[in-house]
C-alpha cells in the first residue's frame, strides 16, 4: 500500500500510465494471434490421392474427363465423393460403363496415398498440413503441435515468474520480446514437423513471459483506482487480437507469410520496450533505492509534477516502504502461511491464481480430448460442458478486490482483516438499534 502512496505522489494516473498503457496494448494484441494462428496453419485443405493417370502429365487420356478419371481411380468415401485417403490399386475400367453402380468398385483392391496427397489450393495456398502430410494417418500429429504450445505456455509462467523476481521485470520484457522473434520467425525454416513444433515451444515460453511481465508492470506502475480498468482495456486486447488474426488470414494465404508477419512485430516490440522503467517496487525490495526514485521522478516530470522532485527524497522513500523492507529481511516459513487466520483465506485465493496457470493444461489436453470424437462423438462436448459449470460454481469462492488496495505485507492483510470485522460489528449494532 506504500508504494501506492509514492506513485500518487508522482502524479497518480497521467501522461506515463497512457503511454505505458498504449505500449502494452500494442504488445499485447498480437500475443492471441500467436496463441491461435495455428487454427489456420494447421488447417486442413481438401485432399485425395496422388494418382498418376490424373496427376502425370504426360499420361493423362485426353479423350476423358478429370470426373471420369477420378471416377476410376478413386473410390468413392462415406459422402460420396472421392476418397480422401485411398485409392484403386489399378484403373477401374468398368466404372465408366452406363449400368455401372456400388457393386462393380466395393472389392476393387484399394491401397492407400503411398505417392502422397493433392490438395485443394483454393482457399490456403499452403498450410503446415499441406506441407508435411498431416492427413490420413499422421492426422493425430495437427493436435500433438498446438498441445506442445500450450504446454510451453504452462511451463513459462512458472518459470519466468521465479525470474522475474531475480533479474526483475523490465529485463525479462526485453528478453522475451527478442525470444518470441527469434524463436517463432524461424519456424518459416522448419525442415519438419518435429523441428517446427520445438520452435513453437520456445515460442510459447517467451509468449507466457511477456503476458506475465507486461502485466505486472502495468499493476505496479498504475494508482490501485485503476487497476481494474487497465486489466480489462488488456483483456479487450485478445478478442481483438482474433479480429485482426483473422483479417491477416484471409489477406495471406500462406502459412509461411503469415507466421512471418505475426513474428516481426516482436523486433519492434524489442525495440519499444526499452523506454519502459523497471519496476520501482521490485528495485526497493532488491537495495536499490537509488534507481526506483529516479523512475519516480521520471515518472513525475511526465506526469506533469516537477516539484515532486524536491519533495520525492531517498529518506521519503525508505520511510515509505519500511514495513515492505522490513518484511523482505524476516524470515518466513511455508507454515506462516497456515499461522495467520487471514492468511489460511488468502492462500486459498492465492492458489487460484496457480490453478488459472495450471489451467492452461487443460489447453494442452484440449486437442487431445476432440481426438475422442472418433471413438465417441459426445464425449468432447460432455467434457467441456462439466469443466464450464465447476468452474462457474467455483466463482461464488472468490474474494471481492473492487475498490481495495492491494496488500503488500502481512500486516496489510492482517488491518483488512480487522476493518472487514468492524464494519461487521457496526451492521449488527445498527440492526439490534432498529429493534
Request: with cysteine; aromatic share 10%; hydrophobic share 50%.
Amino acid at each position: 500500500m506504500a508504494f501506492s502512496e509514492l506513485l500518487e505522489q508522482a502524479g497518480g494516473m497521467g501522461l506515463f500510465q497512457c503511454l505505458l498503457i498504449s505500449s502494452c496494448f500494442v504488445i499485447t494484441l498480437i500475443i492471441p494471434a500467436q496463441i491461435l494462428m495455428d487454427v489456420f496453419l494447421v488447417a486442413t485443405p481438401g485432399h485425395r490421392c496422388w494418382v498418376r493417370m490424373l496427376d502425370n502429365g504426360s499420361e493423362v487420356p485426353t479423350n476423358l474427363t478429370l470426373e471420369a478419371l477420378l471416377a476410376i481411380s478413386i473410390p468413392l468415401g462415406p459422402n460420396d465423393e472421392p476418397d480422401q485417403c485411398l485409392r484403386f490399386r489399378q484403373p477401374q475400367w468398368q466404372l465408366l460403363e452406363p449400368n455401372a453402380t456400388a457393386a462393380h468398385w466395393s472389392k476393387a483392391a484399394t491401397e492407400p496415398c503411398l505417392d502422397g496427397w493433392v490438395y485443394n489450393r483454393s482457399i490456403f495456398t499452403s498450410t503446415i498440413v499441406a506441407e508435411w502430410g498431416l492427413v490420413c494417418a499422421r492426422q493425430n500429429l495437427k493436435p500433438m503441435g498446438q498441445a506442445i504450445f500450450m504446454a510451453g505456455i504452462l511451463l513459462g509462467f512458472a518459470v519466468w515468474g521465479l525470474l522475474s523476481y531475480w533479474f526483475g521485470r523490465k529485463l525479462l520484457l526485453l528478453w522475451c520480446c527478442l525470444h518470441v522473434a527469434v524463436a517463432n520467425s524461424s519456424t518459416v525454416f522448419a525442415p519438419n514437423f518435429l523441428v517446427y513444433c520445438a520452435l513453437r515451444f520456445l515460442s510459447a515460453l517467451g509468449l507466457s513471459g511477456i503476458i506475465l511481465t507486461a502485466t505486472t508492470l502495468l499493476v505496479e506502475w498504475n494508482p490501485t483506482g485503476w487497476v481494474n480498468v487497465v486489466i480489462t482495456i488488456m483483456g479487450c486486447t485478445y478478442s481483438l487480437g482474433q479480429v485482426v488474426l483473422g483479417g491477416l488470414a484471409f489477406a495471406l494465404r500462406d502459412w509461411r507469410t503469415l507466421s512471418l508477419t505475426l513474428s516481426i512485430p516482436f523486433f519492434a516490440f524489442f525495440l519499444i520496450c526499452w523506454w519502459v522503467p523497471e519496476s520501482a517496487r521490485w528495485l526497493i525490495m532488491k537495495g536499490k533505492p537509488d534507481r526506483a526514485l529516479q523512475e519516480l521522478k521520471k515518472i513525475a516530470r511526465l506526469n506533469g509534477h516537477k516539484e515532486v522532485e524536491k519533495t520525492l527524497t531517498i529518506e521519503v522513500v525508505l520511510y515509505s516502504m519500511k514495513e515492505e523492507l522490513a518484511s523482505t529481511k524476516s524470515q518466513h516459513s511455508m507454515l506462516d502461511l497456515f499461522r495467520v487466520p487471514i492468511l489460511r483465506l488468502r492462500t486459498m485465493m492465492v492458489a487460484d491464481g496457480f490453478l488459472q496457470s495450471v489451467g492452461r493444461l487443460g489447453a494442452v489436453i484440449g486437442p487431445l480430448i476432440r481426438m475422442t470424437r472418433q471413438a465417441v462423438p459426445l464425449l468432447p462436448p460432455i467434457i467441456y460442458g462439466a469443466a464450464a459449470i465447476i468452474a462457474g460454481l467455483a466463482i461464488l469462492f472468490l474474494p471481492e478486490t473492487q475498490g481495495f488496495p492491494l496488500p503488500d505485507t502481512i500486516q496489510d492483510l492482517e488491518n483488512q482483516l480487522a476493518a472487514t470485522r468492524h464494519n461487521r460489528q457496526e451492521v449488527v449494532i445498527i440492526e439490534s438499534t432498529w429493534f
